[in-house]
């Protein structure tokens, strides 16, 4: 039986595994499609060669579809997302130099959200000059989750704090040559970071939004649907490429599969961290992030519709679209449980029962009933303590307004 | 205004290739033309002269801080277009195989602005074919120099005249089903590895 060829972009981050597993570990021949893999230099090369459809599909930042099927960037296509590819894998950090006032400010070296921020916050008022911090692409978890961890720190971004984008690999160096004071990126920058500019890992994303998602499979509203079974066999592949990513026996052959040139070409000692969670933070500090990267457990794959309306409000809440009840259907839509559900119920996967679930509810592991057996949520919800209920999106846009 | 008075801003961190399009526009009878390699320029030139049309190569690794810009620039509120033209698909599918974008300000007509991502696009295209013909001059340039010192070994340790050890080159490479070059290159090595300690 000849092989189904489809084509994927990647931006080199360690969140392509899932991706690069499926084809270099025989999860995509076995449904039959063999997986082109295409590295790609910028998001806005992603998202324009996924609209034309020189891409079936490719790895997108989770509010990427959202922002097509809203229409809010050019060669705005209907984008849909079957399946995320993971939970966690970002982080916030910081120069040597900001790190050091921070310390002095009271910041713990235990990357809580909480008190690093609040530490940022007495920075960024002392300041004589605006604090520069650079995030990977307007819609982006990144942006969105550093700005939410400032507001909620008390730091205003645009008025306190500039905001500016870079793509990831240069990040590091704009760190390094004073260019910027921070960045919020995914693995493995913000190691790279420390092990090459000095800096500091000052708090992560598994801190500020627990069990949130950062990369997703987004691919054309009509070709998914025109291509059903491929889609299936897909989002089947990338699930047992997952499963398999989750066992930790499996992670030092995962680093070296990445650290290829063709895939991240950066040394497997680079990429290890976000896979075991054992983080050299900075400054000699080490650090267990047993939650950073999330590539199965908890219903990691799984495409909460509240996620996708989460990330509609922040788009919202910064002026990037205008509220309409229409608007945050569509965007919620955007995510679709029903696929993933439907590939996968053959396999008799263990899935949530509800499509969309309250941030904030979950304080600790919790074992859910689930289609099959029982689950195992993870904590999620935000460091501020404040819930998001994305039937009530008005009322949480309302406490949100700036200024 | 008359199409000439079009602003047009090249980003290109290829000098060459951006002075190729710049020439290109010139000679159309563009004056404003802007060209920028370093992309930290960027902000400067956009709150100074706002440009109507952007070019870009899309190997940029700096689209997503460029598209940034736009949106912060005040003289960019509204939306920008993409590639002209959403519509078109056949400029579109050409400005992306050569590997060239455009952005242009929301309300230009696509007909003044069609010239300019032709042009650049099949300047684009020349420019590719140039490299790669210069790519392949190099590489057969390499070719030989390692195939002449392949047959030198030959000479030195077999004492073969030029055109035998070409032969015997020739037929090994046949032999094993390998180019002359892989050969004379494996010969080289092992050489450099058993010669004498220098």
Known sequence: MSLIALSAGFLPLLDSVLLVLAREKGFAAAEGLDLHLVKESSWANIRDRAALGHFDFAQMLAPMPIAATLGLNPLSVPMITPMMLGLG?????????????????????TLEAGPVGAALAKVVRAAERKLRFGVVHQTSSHNYELRYWLMASGVVPDRDIEIVVLPPPLLPEALGSGGIDGYCVGEPWNTV????????????????????????????????????????????????????????????????????PHYLGLPAERILPALSG??????????????????????????????????????????????????????????????????LAPLGVPMPVADSKVEGLLARPTEVAATTGMLVLGADGFFDGVRFDPDQVEAYLAAQRVG | MPLQDLAILVIDENRIRASIIEDGLREAGHARVTVVNEINEVARVIEGDMPDVVVIDLENPNRDRLEHFFTLSRALRKPIAMFVDRSDAAAIEAAVEAGVSAYVVDGLKKERVKP????????????????????????????????????????????????AAYALLRKTAMNQNRRIVDIAQSLVTADSLLGPEE
């Open chain 1, 278 to 343: 054992q983080f050299d933070i900075g400054g000699g500090v080490a650090a267990r992030v047993p939650e950073h990267f999330v590539p199965y457990a908890g219903a990691a794959n799984f495409p909460w519709t509240s996620h996708a309306a989460w990330f509609y409000s922040q788009m919202v809440r910064w002026g990037e679209v205008e509220h309409t009840a229409d608007r945050a259907r569509a965007a919620a839509m955007t995510f679709r449980p029903d696929i993933y559900r439907s590939a």
């Open chain 1, 193 to 260: 970071g420390v092990k090459t500019a000095g800096a500091h890992i000052a708090t992560v994303k598994a801190s500020i939004w627990r069990s949130s998602p950062d990369k997703v499979i987004g691919m054309r509203a009509h070709w998914a649907e025109a291509n059903s079974e491929i889609v299936a066999g897909l989002i089947r592949a990338v699930h047992h490429a997952a499963v398999w990513c989750g066992e930790s026996a499996n992670h030092a052959e995962i680093a070296d599969i990445m650290a290829a």
């Open chain 2, 116 to 163: 300019i991502l032709d042009m650049a696009v099949s300047r684009f295209n020349a420019f590719a074919r140039l490299t790669r013909e210069l790519e392949q001059a190099r590489s057969e340039l390499e070719d030989r120099k390692v195939i002449d010192q392949a047959k030198a070994i030959l000479n030195r340790t077999r004492g073969l005249g030029e055109a």
């Open chain 1, 89 to 109: 894998n970002n982080g916030v950090t910081v120069s040597a130099e900001l790190w050091g006032r921070m310390a002095d400010a009271g910041a713990p070296t």
